[in-house]
């Protein structure tokens, strides 16, 4: 018998878990991650990002210098925090049993759609409360995204929550200050950077969030995640966390 436990309440739609904290309304961040993941932006978006894996020596390989600090043991049973449409899961030993969840109900719908073994183990919730009981997985992963989570220290807290003594945490996403190369940024006019940024897709809002957001994960995460080790990825441009659910964290 599985020992993932999840806690929602209603009843599956459509094989997505409902979103599984009362009042369903998202803040700050994840409101605004919400939209754009949903929205027609992050279609075209997603073309980009494709192309700067693609450039990293294929896309396979730039998810694979993420995922190799998963653990090897057979039938692992595996949580993706921000699962997105699932891109990840065809790179994952077969085995396994695979658990997503996800702010936004788009990529969660396009996930069924290309892995149907899925239905009933993607939840619509935020990484920040997770529906899981304590323990419950064997590693716990996120790639793409954590920059822009409403509450880091939460969902790191989480992640450590759910998975199971020695079990692997992983946290990954690319350098939040990259666009500060833009031509706009260097010559001191951000709007010409807001405009190509939109024109690639990203919505206003969006835009807004990764200009205000200078975000540097170190410190949350030593703080959460200790003797977590932080590798360089994507020639330099992401980082990518690494812990084993040992030590204890401090509580504050
Ligand atoms: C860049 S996509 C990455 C998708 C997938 N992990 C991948 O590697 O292709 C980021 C995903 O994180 C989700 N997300 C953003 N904030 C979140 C949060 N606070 N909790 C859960 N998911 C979140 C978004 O809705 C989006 O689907």
Redesign the pocket.
Known sequence: MSRVTSTPRAKSEGGILPLSWPGSKLRGR?RI??SF?NGPGWARFRRW?RLFLKIQGGEARARRQILRHLPTQPMATVL?????DG??LKLLPKDWTTYG????VR?LGECLNLHPLMNGRVLR????SLPFADAAFDACYS???FN???DHAS?LREMRRVTRVGGRLIVADEDSRLHRWGIGHLIGLKSIDAFWLGALGLDREFVQMVFDQPFDPGPVVSQHWPGSVRHSIWGGLGYCYVASHESEPSTS
């Open positions: 994840n991650a919400e993941y990002e993706e925090v921000g699962i997105g891109a990840n969840v996800d702010i936004a990529p919730s935020e990484g920040e790639i793409g995204g822009y989570f409403c969902t």
